[in-house]
């Protein structure tokens, strides 16, 4: 089933719901080996700590990290509380010191994960849906339900650039190539708008405009690019995820078994799997090789909202 790999180690999933419970699987056997409730609130987005160790969940308006490594990974070891509305997204700085998160509320708020409270802050003036870290680890870039694309300086603490793609129409996702080369947004009418990232003067990104890809005719609720920077995952309202090379964004696959919305996608460290997280209440992992159905997950009882699949 699963393909001869020279990195095979051990594959942690975990995919939270709207039936209130976060889940914990060994991903290549499809073993669910740890689930609790999450009985006051759904979880918008979960993201594994750099080191492996935490899982933290956006949540409303909260955020809670859970120490993997406890004797009582399901009880919340610290929860950070500043936002006002839905949490959307959350991230973390390489060093797992520094986390940032993005709010209905417009904010992009910045903590530091040894204490409770935020350190720093910017405004929107309308609700963030999605916010990324650049890889040179100094900007953050959101992408707001008015349309709105920002990069926000972290070091000049300011706005430093705004994209406005299509006025109007809410960003959904963002994503950062790992050499920090290209930048793309997806959003609601189903177009992906893709920038060459360039380094600027004064060490500040400069956008070039490269590509407009009409990926899906549905919403895009999900764009990621792959480790080693050759694919573009999009997932859709449309019930299907497809594949794009980034060479002249070409599709190379289409991704088919989900019933319903599916709703967030994370790619394996390697880029050989990708997981998706779906309405049909299913977790599904994708051989990137065969662009097959490897391996389904089934224990949630609606919709699943979020994943993150990371090596051991």
């Known amino acids: 089933m699963f393909e001869n790999n020279p990195d095979d180690r051990p594959l942690f999933l975990a995919t939270a719901s709207y039936d209130h419970t976060i889940r914990l699987w060994e991903a290549r056997t499809g073993t669910c080996y740890l689930s609790f409730a999450y009985p006051d609130m759904h979880v918008n987005r979960l993201e ?3 080191d492996k160790g935490k899982l933290v969940a956006a949540c409303n308006p909260y955020i809670r990290l859970f120490d993997l490594n406890s004797m009582a990974p399901h009880l919340p070891v610290r929860t950070f509380e500043s936002h006002t509305k839905n949490v959307m997204a959350v991230g973390f700085q390489y060093t797992g010191q520094m986390m940032f998160s993005g709010s209905e509320d417009g904010t992009v708020k910045i903590w530091d994960l040894r204490v409770r409270e935020c350190q720093r802050e910017f405004r929107s003036v309308s609700p963030i849906n999605t916010v990324v870290l650049h890889p040179n680890q100094t900007e953050l870039i959101s992408g707001d339900q008015n ?4 990069v926000w300086d972290l070091r000049a603490d300011l706005c430093s650039c705004e994209l406005v793609p299509e006025v109007g129409t809410p960003i959904r996702s963002l994503t950062v190539m790992w050499d920090g080369t290209m930048v793309v ?17 004064q060490t500040m990104t400069e956008f ?7 990926a899906h005719n549905g919403y895009i609720l999900k764009c990621l690019l792959s480790p080693g920077n050759k694919y573009l ?13 980034v060479d002249g964004f070409k599709l190379e696959k289409v991704l088919t078994g989900h019933r319903r919305w599916v709703w967030d996608c994370d790619f394996s460290r390697n880029g050989e799997y990708l997981v998706t997280a779906s309405s049909d209440t299913t977790a599904r992992l994708w051989s990137m090789r ?4 490897v391996m389904m997950y089934q224990a949630h009882r609606r919709a699943t909202m979020c994943c993150t699949l990371r090596h051991d």
């Open 48 to 50: 594994i700590t750099p």
């Open 147 to 150: 349309g709105n694309i920002r």
């Open 185 to 201: 947004a997806a959003n609601e009418r189903g177009t992906c708008y893709v920038w060459r990232s360039l380094q600027g003067i």
């Open 208 to 214: 070039e405009p490269l590509h407009k890809l009409q």
């Open 233 to 245: 995952a999009t997932t859709s309202s449309d019930k299907t995820v497809k594949i794009w090379n």
């Open 290 to 293: 065969a662009g097959k159905e």
